[in-house]
């Protein structure tokens, strides 16, 4: 099993930064990819960010060039670093594990609440 916790979510101004954190324990060691999703009210959780284990990254078009993901191995952390935030980034973050394999599997943490006041 792997848990993920995140945090550092809250109330920013447009403009402003965040830095969300999300810290794994448990069978680490088989998962291959790291992601970084978002919910807002009455829409589909959708990608945020991803890296992988050789540390290539993904990114949404609409956080490209404001959002950086990054992982701290010795930490057990990823992190989603975002710069310039806009109203439209409010929503529910969430941190997703998969893990590759005969039966892969996918683990999702509670997620933590960002809000962007314009």
């Known amino acids: 099993q792997v848990q993920l916790v995140e945090s550092g979510g809250g109330l920013e101004q447009t403009g402003g930064s965040l830095r969300l954190s999300c810290v794994a324990s448990?069978?680490?060691?088989?998962?291959?990819?790291w992601g970084w999703y978002r919910q807002a009210p009455g829409k589909q959780r959708e990608l945020v960010a991803a890296?992988?284990?050789?540390?290539?990254?993904n990114y949404a078009d609409s956080v490209k060039g404001r959002f950086t993901i990054s992982r701290d191995n010795a930490k057990n952390t990823v992190y989603l670093q975002m710069d310039n935030l806009k109203p439209e980034d409010t929503a529910v973050y969430y941190c997703?594990?998969?893990?590759?394999?005969?039966?892969?599997?996918?683990?999702w943490g509670q997620g933590t609440q960002v809000t962007v006041s314009s």
């Open positions: 448990g069978n680490i060691f088989r998962i291959d990819a």
């Open positions: 997703k594990a998969d893990r590759p394999g005969w039966a892969p599997r996918t683990y």
């Open positions: 890296i992988t284990n050789g540390s290539s990254t």
